[in-house]
């Protein structure tokens, strides 16, 4: 079955310790990307990936890196986590970045940090 | 740069219309609409480029107008199965984001 894939679903951690949420996808997609969503707020993007080794800011970047070594994965590194990345947290992907591909999300990974 | 969805929320009765309007202060290449359950991930719904082309998929149809920077999505008839967050993205040509917007909640009850 196509589809991507975060790990864990939900996640409490506590203030300054390092944690990362995998997100795996089998579908040979080029791009990918992580989201944020906070109410109110919507779907903010965080950080994307053209291909392999090619990664770049999204809107939200500050407190959040990201590696691309594989085409398939694309994990989300908090490297010292605070109470403010409290939010729900997507992964996405699609063939490539253009107008005509859709995005295929994970199902989320819910984040607080104590 | 975030696009503006109207309105915030919505309730309708099972049957009745809908539409949601995504609009944007730049000039757009695209608008993809996805819908959100609650609990769940975003889905695709469509994509519509520039050139006001219109789309539908069911009951559910979209249209841009690409000199207004402006998309609309109709859901006609509407269904229990329609309740969820409607989101709009907007690229730019040249760009290599998608911007979503704050995503509007529909609720259809019977």
Redesign the interface.
């Known amino acids: 079955e196509a589809q991507v894939t975060q790990n864990p679903r939900y996640l409490i951690t506590v203030t300054g310790k390092k944690l990362t949420v995998t997100c795996s996808q089998n579908m040979n997609h080029e791009y990918m990307?992580w989201?944020r969503q906070d109410p109110?707020?919507?779907?903010?993007?965080i950080y994307?990936s053209?291909n392999v080794e090619v990664t770049?800011k999204?809107?939200v970047p500050e407190g959040y890196k990201v590696s691309r070594k594989e085409k398939r994965n694309f994990p989300l590194i908090l490297e010292s986590p605070s109470p403010n990345q409290t939010s729900l947290y997507?992964c996405a992907s699609s063939l490539r970045?253009g107008?005509?591909s859709?995005?295929?999300?994970?199902?989320?990974t819910r984040l607080t940090v104590t | 740069q975030?696009p503006v969805q109207s309105p915030q929320a919505v309730i309708l009765r099972e049957g009745e219309d809908a539409v949601i309007n995504c609009s944007s202060s730049k000039a757009l290449?695209?608008v993809?609409w996805?819908r959100q359950k609650h609990g769940?991930?975003?889905?695709?719904l469509m994509?519509l480029?520039k050139g006001g082309e219109q789309k539908g998929h069911d009951k559910i149809s979209a249209s841009f107008n690409e000199k207004k920077q402006q998309s609309s999505l109709y859901l006609t008839a509407s269904q229990l199965s329609y309740s969820g967050t409607y989101?709009c993205?907007t690229?730019r040509g040249g760009s290599?984001?998608?911007?979503?917007?704050?995503?509007m909640k529909l609720t259809v009850n019977p």
């Open positions: 990307s989201y109110g707020l919507g779907l903010r993007q994307y053209m770049d999204g809107d997507f970045q107008p005509v859709p995005l295929h999300f994970g199902n989320g | 975030q290449y695209s993809h996805y769940e991930a975003p889905v695709f994509i480029l989101f993205g690229e290599e984001k998608l911007v979503f917007g704050k995503g």
